[in-house]
């Protein structure tokens, strides 16, 4: 049961900027090829996220770190070579705020 308060899952302009951002600060520092902003994968990841705590993702979904193989972990999709483009989603949920970000 999702416990969540319902925000729509979207982030603004500004946050969308920080999240690309981010990503790309951290690929800059093995010279990776810079991400851009997806409103297609962020409509997914919106579509896709709610407040479970054990939800696993897909794959290319951020929400998808340590738990089967070290392939699957965050950090390794964030500095995957074969990625161009994320989109994310987050939401306020009662006890914590889940952020989901599919790579393509």
Same mark, same amino acid.
């Given at each position: 049961?999702?416990?969540?308060s319902?925000?729509?899952? $979207? +982030?603004?302009d500004t946050e969308e900027?920080? %999240?690309?951002?981010a990503?790309?600060?951290l690929?800059?520092r093995?010279n990776?090829q810079e991400l851009?902003?997806?409103p297609?994968?962020s409509?997914w *990841?919106?579509?896709?996220?709610?407040?479970? @705590? @054990?939800?696993?993702?897909p794959?290319? *979904?951020y929400?998808?770190?340590?738990? +089967?193989?070290t $392939?699957?972990?965050?950090?390794d999709?964030i %500095? *995957?070579?074969?990625? @161009?483009?994320?989109g994310? *989603?987050? +939401?306020?949920?009662?006890?914590?705020?889940?952020?989901?970000c599919i790579?393509?």
């Amino acid at each position: 049961m999702c416990h969540c308060s319902f925000l729509i899952g $979207s +982030l603004s302009d500004t946050e969308e900027y920080y %999240m690309v951002s981010a990503h790309n600060t951290l690929r800059r520092r093995t010279n990776k090829q810079e991400l851009k902003w997806s409103p297609y994968l962020s409509r997914w *990841a919106n579509y896709i996220i709610r407040c479970d @705590e @054990e939800y696993p993702g897909p794959r290319s *979904a951020y929400t998808n770190f340590g738990k +089967l193989f070290t $392939s699957d972990r965050d950090k390794d999709q964030i %500095m *995957a070579d074969d990625i @161009e483009n994320v989109g994310c *989603a987050a +939401l306020d949920c009662l006890n914590f705020k889940q952020l989901t970000c599919i790579y393509k």
